[in-house]
């Protein structure tokens, strides 16, 4: 299914460079963009990024983002005019058993981008931040963009360092940036393009549909005694595709309501481990398997977005906020392209 082109912004008619447009949110973003009229360049060292997530219509670099004068001839090659920036890495207990390398990947690859964009003259810059700078205590309520921040994870905290690092520059006038902080990014493109693809990746939509396509024996519940209803952990899923256009708005808006700006992605409803499982077996028909375990280090009972400044600023408006819905999409993608022999393949798989 084709989607209809939108007039291009006329202040933006320069391409858009997504580093770490080869991963799941990246990849997504590239096709909205595309879809929306953009030219697109990627940046991907392909350290988790699968080449052929790449959509077709944008051209790829090849290039780790701490190699700062690659970026630089990148950003002038392409005649660049703004940046969403997703390159990372992503895996919260990752990041427990290795911090140095997630201080260095992510805010070495964040310093130097920045350093090459002031070289080549871009001042704009859409940042893939996340709900994991909140502090951990809070309460169960949902969380708005000017609750306290303190990181329990290194991943966390790379991404507060980055903000902060945005914030100063901006300070001194040097670039315009506007901060997305995604809660649980979940889903697939509802046309069948793109969707998660990461071997090792760990989230929970992500493995209870591989649970449910045979791949995985069970799906473990991890922790039935948190302070929630049903005593699993509850989690705001937003919809990749959704999330893929709130970049797209504060792109179009840069010079406005988005500047300098941080933004909340989340619909501001939460969904338990536990709907999550009844969602799937309702989508299949079939009772998924499950066991259960102890709470998993560092996860919190309830994390739930105050989303209402996205779509009050910046107009946002969901078209896939329902669980039932994240699910499908989820779950189709996995059926009928995410299979394990594939992985790895620069082929995109049949
Ligand atoms: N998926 C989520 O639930 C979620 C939630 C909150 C925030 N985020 C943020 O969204 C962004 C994208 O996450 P994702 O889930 O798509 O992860 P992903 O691992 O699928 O994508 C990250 C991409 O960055 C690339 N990359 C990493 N380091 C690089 C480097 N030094 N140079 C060039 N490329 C590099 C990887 O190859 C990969 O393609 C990240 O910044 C992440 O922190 C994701
Ligand atoms: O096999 C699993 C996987 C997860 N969970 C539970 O499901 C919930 C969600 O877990 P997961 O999908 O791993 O996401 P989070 O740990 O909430 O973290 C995600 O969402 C954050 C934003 O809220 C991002 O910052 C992180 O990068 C991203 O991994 C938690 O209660 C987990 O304990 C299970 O019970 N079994």
């Given at each position: 299914m084709s989607r209809p082109m939108a007039e291009p912004d006329p202040t933006l008619s320069r391409p858009v460079l997504v580093t770490g447009g080869a991963g799941y949110v990246g990849s997504h973003i590239a096709l909205a963009l595309l879809d929306a009229g953009y030219r697109v360049v990627v940046a991907d060292n392909l350290c988790t990024g699968l080449r052929w997530l790449v959509p077709d219509g944008a051209c790829f670099e090849e290039v780790d983002l701490r190699d700062g004068d690659a970026l630089e001839q990148i950003l002038r090659r392409h005649d660049i005019g703004s940046v969403v920036h997703c390159a990372a890495s992503t895996v919260v207990p990752d990041s427990v058993a290795d911090p140095l390398s997630y201080y260095s990947n992510n805010i070495g690859a964040t310093l130097s981008l920045l350093g090459a964009m002031a070289r080549a003259g871009v001042r704009r810059i859409i940042f893939s931040s996340t709900a994991a700078v909140y502090r951990a205590d809070n309460a169960g309520q949902p969380i708005a963009e000017d609750a306290p921040t303190d990181p329990l994870s290194p991943y966390g905290a790379t991404k507060l360092m980055a903000e902060r690092i945005l914030r100063d520059t901006a300070a001194i006038g040097a670039l315009d940036y506007t901060i997305l902080r995604y809660f649980n990014v979940a889903g697939a493109d509802p046309d069948g393009r793109a969707g998660q693809s990461t071997p090792a990746a760990t989230h929970l939509i992500k493995l209870a549909c591989e649970t449910a396509c045979g791949r995985r024996p069970s799906l473990t519940i991890y922790?039935?005694?948190?302070?929630?209803p049903d005593g699993t952990g509850v989690r705001d899923f937003v919809h990749v595709s959704d999330l893929a256009q709130a970049h797209i708005m504060a792109l179009q808006q840069g010079a406005e309501a988005a500047r300098n700006r941080i933004f909340n992605c989340g619909y501001g409803s939460g969904y338990s481990v536990r709907d999550v499982v009844r969602a799937l077996e309702a989508a299949t028909g079939t009772a998924l398997p499950v066991q259960t375990a102890a709470r998993r280090a560092g996860d919190l009972a309830q994390v739930v977005a105050d989303g209402r400044a996205l779509a009050d600023t910046l107009g946002w408006q969901p078209r896939y906020a329902d669980l039932n819905t994240i699910i499908a999409h989820s779950l189709a993608w996995e059926s009928s392209h995410s299979t394990p022999e594939f992985h790895g393949l620069s082929g995109r798989p049949k």
């Open positions: 922790g039935t005694d948190w302070p929630t």
